[in-house]
């Protein structure tokens, strides 16, 4: 069975069938960047090393065309959901560095006290930094 690279991460392939397992890609600088998000710079990738489908954004992972397929991966695709982000990605996209900040609607729901339903807002990146929004969870 196939085991992931990844620290914290305890997928193998005996006891996880709906995982795929992705080996390095060829493209030198796209497996280093491969490297440094798995945190694992100094590390030596084999043929056999794999990195699993958890780690991917959906959006870079192709289902397979035929049943007996494999899924394969966008070109360029690099793993970006790990253990230590909470399987979560980054709310702001490279070339925007501007600060995050809560869509109006969800900033209502905050300031009617429903804190609560914060995880299902949707974070988008501020255009200028006047609509910044610090937060602060105060107990009611
Ligand atoms: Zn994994």
């Known amino acids: 069975d196939v ?11 005996k006891c ?18 491969w490297l440094v998000a798995i945190r694992r710079d100094k590390f030596t990738v084999t043929p056999h090393t794999r990195v699993c489908s958890r780690h991917f954004n959906k959006d870079d992972v192709r289902e ?3 049943e007996t397929g494999r899924r394969l991966l966008n070109k360029g695709a690099v793993p970006a959901l790990f253990e230590w982000n909470n399987f979560t990605l980054p709310t702001s996209r490279p070339g925007h560095t501007s600060p995050t900040v809560l869509s109006k609607g969800c900033l209502e729901w905050l300031l009617m006290g429903r804190s609560h339903l914060f995880l299902n807002c949707t974070l988008v990146p501020s255009v200028t930094n006047r609509s910044r929004v610090s937060l602060e969870f105060s107990p009611f």
């Open 3 to 13: 085991h992931c690279c990844v620290p914290l991460c305890q997928a193998s392939s």
């Open 16 to 33: 996880n069938s709906l995982l795929s397992f992705h080996t390095f890609p060829s493209d030198a600088e796209i497996r280093r960047k």
């Open 64 to 66: 397979p065309l035929s």
